[in-house]
């Protein structure tokens, strides 16, 4: 997200104004209203991130299921006896033989791959619920950044009246002779300056609601809020210690090195050779008879003991374990930090407001000296400039204060509005 420059003009309170028309009215064929963001989450279910994040869970209940498969029997037939030298060249002597062949998994194979399976689907469920926290953070800073260029559109438009009211001051001196032409001319510098900040402003706002638009996953563009987002922040007056090995990225990498052993455990146990039982019927047609055969075969494990994927599963079992350990350090760090950065957060939007405050009375009392003819030009445009910075001191904090509270709302598991993640 952007820094903020400015102050909440008159164009946030009207665009709402629009938008709570617009959507009343249901005349926003030209206009498309982004809902309130708790709404606006809800509503991409259907987005591509979220598609996505529900199609690797899909993937492992699919494996999971494909893993309670038994193994397919053989059904064989054959004919002995027949098409050689006499007396088998026709079929008096011929023995024919049908045959089911079915292969078992004893010694615990097949319930190995089943947990293994079923470890699977719990590390996609946790990989998903911490990429759907991820998507709501920047779901959230999308939301904010299209306000913040709403309201950088109103500070730039509110500069440049003051401006354009500077510019009016100085030519009614200037023709009344207390001021040089020179005075109008730097005024009129500004005025111009000014309106292509305005410019470079809207062009910001059409890029904001452009990324808003793609992350929400909608086909028709946004083009106003529903409700602002950065003044409900009110500070942070406690907050309780956050376990890390219940925050979502710590939870998803202890899934994963769960499932890593289960994977371990089927390997080695996929190197235990299978048991084919065989059972069949046999014709006899010299004798006019039939018999029944039965059989047991079992591989002799002599040059697969399947120790290459057993090393594999290994390693990344130590992969993921290390990743479980790396991931809940980061976790206590972020944790720490984000407490701290809201904290510094509070503190600095209520230096901010102070700030403000004075640059709006400096700047006040300049123009009063200034319509007065008793301070030059300079002075008044150097105490604009300096309420134009404390408009961007402000919102600065305000950013700020709203990333932090973003990054602990992602944290604890729920969006920036409070709802919980599943």
Do not use: W
């Amino acid at each position: 997200m952007q820094a903020f420059r400015g102050r909440l003009p008159r164009i946030a309170v009207s665009g709402a104004v629009v938008a709570t028309c617009l959507m009343a009215g249901g005349t926003a064929a030209s206009a498309q209203v982004a809902p309130p963001f708790a709404e606006l989450f809800r509503q991409t279910s259907e987005a591509p991130r979220q598609l996505e994040l529900e199609a690797e869970v899909d993937r492992a209940e699919g494996l999971a299921r494909q893993a309670r498969a038994y193994p397919n029997p053989t059904v064989s037939v054959m004919t002995e006896n027949v098409g050689g030298q006499r007396p088998y060249n026709r079929f008096g002597r011929a023995e024919n033989t049908l045959q089911v062949n079915q292969p078992l998994e004893l010694f615990g194979k097949r319930s190995a791959r089943i947990a293994a399976g079923e470890a699977g689907v719990v590390a996609a469920q946790a990989r998903t619920r911490d990429g759907r926290l991820s998507y709501a953070y920047e779901l959230a800073r999308a939301y904010a950044g299209a306000e913040v260029a709403d309201r950088r559109i109103g500070l730039a438009e509110d500069e440049l009246e003051e401006a354009e009211a500077d510019l009016k001051a100085a030519r009614a001196l200037v023709e009344a002779g207390k001021e040089a032409r020179l005075r109008g001319l730097q005024a009129e510098t500004e005025v111009n300056s000014l309106r292509a900040v305005v410019d470079t402003a809207k062009a910001e706002r059409v890029g904001a609601y452009s990324r808003l638009t793609a992350l929400s996953g909608q086909s028709v563009s946004y083009s106003t809020l529903a409700e602002p987002m950065l003044d409900r922040l009110a500070p942070m007056k406690g907050h309780g210690p956050i376990d890390p090995t219940q925050t979502a990225p710590y939870l998803a990498a202890k899934a994963d090195a769960e499932a890593a052993a289960r994977r371990v455990t089927s390997a080695k146990r996929q190197a235990i050779p299978d048991v084919t039982v065989s059972v069949g019927v046999r014709r006899l047609e010299v004798d006019n008879a039939n018999a029944l055969l039965a059989a047991v075969s079992v591989p002799f494990p002599l040059f697969d003991r399947n120790r290459g994927n057993i090393d594999a599963a290994q390693a990344e079992l130590r992969g993921a374990q290390a990743r479980e350990a790396a991931t809940r350090l980061e976790a206590e760090a972020a944790i720490q930090a984000s407490l701290a950065f809201n904290e510094a957060a509070d503190a600095r939007a209520a230096a901010a407001d102070r700030t403000l405050s004075t640059a709006e009375e400096s700047y006040r009392l300049a123009r009063i000296a200034y319509e007065a003819g008793k301070s030059p030009l300079i002075e008044l445009l150097a105490a604009r400039h300096g309420l134009g910075a404390a408009r961007g001191v402000v919102l600065d904090a305000r950013a700020a204060q709203f990333d932090a509270r973003a990054s602990l709302a992602r944290l604890e598991g729920r969006t920036i509005t409070g709802e919980p993640v599943q």
